[in-house]
């Protein structure tokens, strides 16, 4: 049987690094076995989900040189891909369990369990769904179906399921302590487990390779597998990307937004041959090495299981190796038209600047931090006149949270945002603007703030703001744990 196996994001935002990384050994593994990879967008969350992100995702994949075989812009045999374009099949295969027993139509509204959370945590018991609608009889169930109501997986009371994972040997979970899971959702959408374990079962997947997040979902789905009768794919779960310090890599410490690194100036090859680098070096001195030469030497089961750290130091020297030995001048040419100057980012960048230039020569000095990796901030600039510097680390934090709540951003969006900022501190607009300014642009004078963060976007401006609030001395866990929640109740 061939090998077959697939990459399954959920387009809910930025691509992440982390999607890049698990489609990179996915990729390895289907190459070094002469399978198939499949893509296939996970986007049931239809309050999260959007087909922009979509897009952007394919277009980041793409620009680290990862392709596929099947997929919703190339199709293949087991389409759609898409699995808001499945809603049949899962709906058919919740029914299927229904009636063979395994699964059952739950009615309780909202309101119930809510209350019945609020009742389980006053008395300080685990919280969960306490079966209230297991044993209704389906005849009565089907007569009800006029209702509001989900489908839901009947745990068994005792008894473990294992799992074998490649990497890790076998993990046991102990069914009791196991939720009786939604599989179908009030609005006809499955969950993710139902969707998965379906689609991975019907798209011929032999081999499942994701993050160790996903451990514990793999007992729900093992018992899908066993309730339809059907064998599971292998299942390895990979290690996490860390920060430097060991903690999960997070956008708070680290980019994580593949468009970020694009945007910073890195090239895609670069960021592919890191990411496959620090997860998995090949064997021989060379650092720098094509897709073949990795695929080649790839073997799933020699993955080590400490996690990768991204180090942006080695990322860069890898990039700059890139730069300097794979391309031409011409090709470099060519790199920085597709990059910045092109005749898009350049016609919304001339506006900015058309009022605040005597000369031709002034458009670029002015300008430059739109081009800049990073931008040097001088601590004084970041904090206003009779304020410390804490105020202003925690004014720059919040600005980062408005900005985050704001997306897509737009000029007034933005201004939106930072006005939010402003009555949160109770500071007048400027003093919030004039901290902003310094972080994003690292200058005095430049064009207009609004403007410039929405063109920067906010991968960009996430990592200036956060290296604006170390060079003052950066927030504590604590402390910005403590300004979130008062943040969000202020919102
Ligand atoms: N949709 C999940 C994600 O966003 C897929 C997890 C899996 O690979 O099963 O990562």
């Known amino acids: 049987m061939s090998v077959r196996v697939r990459i399954a994001p959920s387009p809910t ?73 499945r809603l049949p099949l899962y709906q058919q295969h919740a029914r299927q369990l229904v009636e063979a027993g395994h699964a059952y139509y739950c009615f309780c509204t909202p309101q119930r369990l809510d209350s019945l959370r609020a009742e389980q945590r006053r008395l300080k018991l685990s919280l969960g769904y306490d079966r209230h609608c297991r044993d209704l009889p389906l005849a009565e169930a089907d007569q009800r179906r006029g209702e ?44 993710y487990h139902l969707a998965a374990v379906v689609d991975d079962h019907l798209m011929g997947i ?21 309730r339809f009768g059907w064998t599971p794919p292998v299942h390895t779960h990979l290690p996490l990307l860390l920060n430097p ?26 960021l592919r041959n890191y990411l496959g680098l620090m997860s998995y070096p090949p064997p021989g001195e060379d650092e720098k090495f094509t897709l073949e030469q990795w695929v080649a030497s790839f073997d799933l089961a ?3 299981l400490g996690g990768s750290v991204f180090d942006l ?21 060519g790199e920085l038209k597709n990059w910045l100057f092109n005749d898009e980012h350049l016609g919304q960048l001339v506006p900015l600047m058309h009022e605040r230039m005597e000369t031709l020569g002034d458009f670029l000095p002015k300008c ?25 680390i925690q004014v720059l934090q919040t600005a980062l949270w408005a900005l985050e709540g704001a997306l897509p951003l737009n000029r007034d969006r933005v201004e939106e945002a930072i006005r939010k900022v402003s009555e949160f501190w109770a500071w007048p607009i400027r003093e919030v603007t004039g901290p902003l300014f310094a972080a994003i642009m690292g200058q005095k004078v430049g064009p207009p703030l609004f403007e410039s963060i929405a063109l920067l976007g906010l991968d960009l401006s996430r990592a200036r703001l956060l290296e604006a609030m170390n060079v003052l001395g ?18």
């Open 13 to 85: 935002g930025s691509p992440h690094v982390g999607t890049a990384y698990i489609a990179l050994f996915n990729l390895a593994f289907a190459r070094r076995h002469a399978g198939q990879l499949i893509l296939r967008i996970e986007d049931t969350d239809q309050a999260r989900s959007r087909p922009e992100h979509e897009d952007h995702l394919i277009r980041a994949l793409r620009w680290l040189e990862l392709n596929w075989d099947e997929g919703p812009d190339v199709g293949g045999p087991c389409g759609p891909y898409r699995q808001s374009e």
């Open 313 to 333: 130091d080695k990322l860069l020297w890898l990039n700059g190796r890139y730069l300097r030995e794979d391309l031409s001048s011409a090709a470099l040419l």
């Open 206 to 226: 032999t081999h499942v390779i994701r993050g160790e997040e996903w451990i514990n979902s793999s007992s729900k789905h093992l018992l899908l597998y066993e």
């Open 148 to 191: 509001p109501h989900v489908v839901r997986l009947k745990m068994p009371l005792e008894g473990k399921s294992v799992l074998q994972d490649t990497l890790r040997g076998a993990i046991e979970f102990e069914y009791g302590l196991l939720d009786d899971q939604v599989l179908l959702k009030s609005d006809g959408f499955p969950t």
């Open 245 to 270: 310090d060991g903690s999960k890599m997070s956008k708070r410490r680290n980019p994580t937004s593949i468009d970020y690194y694009r945007r910073a100036g890195y090239l895609g090859p670069a």
């Open 302 to 304: 020699r993955i080590s």
């Open 368 to 392: 430059a931090f739109f081009f800049a990796r990073r931008v040097e901030c001088n601590p004084e600039d970041l904090v206003p006149k009779k304020r410390e510097a804490q105020e202003a």
């Open 474 to 491: 950066g927030l504590s866990k604590k402390k910005a744990a403590e300004l979130e929640e008062r943040w969000k109740n202020k919102l």
